[in-house]
């Protein structure tokens, strides 16, 4: 097993990004209105992937219906986060009830991929 530099890796002193988890939390019964708004926010997610590093619904079996979403996001300060969300055709929209922003540091050094 190798050892890790996890201050590096959890540290970006170096670059002019840093890494945020967000967590949304969808109102309540609030389904339909993500169907109609589903379409236009899948679009704004592709425009806007250079930023937005991984997104996706949260579910409490793979079959519901989402209550939330998460994404990492790579901005260069929590008001830049702030400012994207702000745009999002799900927040625009009205779906989002709230959402947490964590600034967030990755523990294993090798790229992401699913």
């Not at 959890?10 to 708004?37: Q, S, Y």
């Not at 929209?93 to 964590?102: A, S, T």
């Amino acid at each position: 097993m190798s050892a890790h530099n996890f201050a590096a890796l959890t540290g970006n002193a170096h670059e002019d990004w840093t890494l945020f988890a967000v967590c949304f939390h969808d109102k309540p019964d609030t389904g339909e209105l993500r169907r109609l708004l589903l379409q236009a926010h899948l679009e704004w997610v592709a425009a806007h992937e250079g930023l937005l590093r991984a997104a996706g619904s949260l579910r409490e079996s793979p079959e519901a219906t989402p209550v939330g979403g998460l994404w990492v996001v790579r901005a260069p300060d929590r008001a830049a986060v702030e400012a994207l969300i702000a745009t999002d055709p799900f927040t625009t929209g009205g779906l989002r009830e709230r959402w947490d922003i964590f600034y967030w540091s990755k523990a294993l050094p090798q790229p992401m991929s699913f």
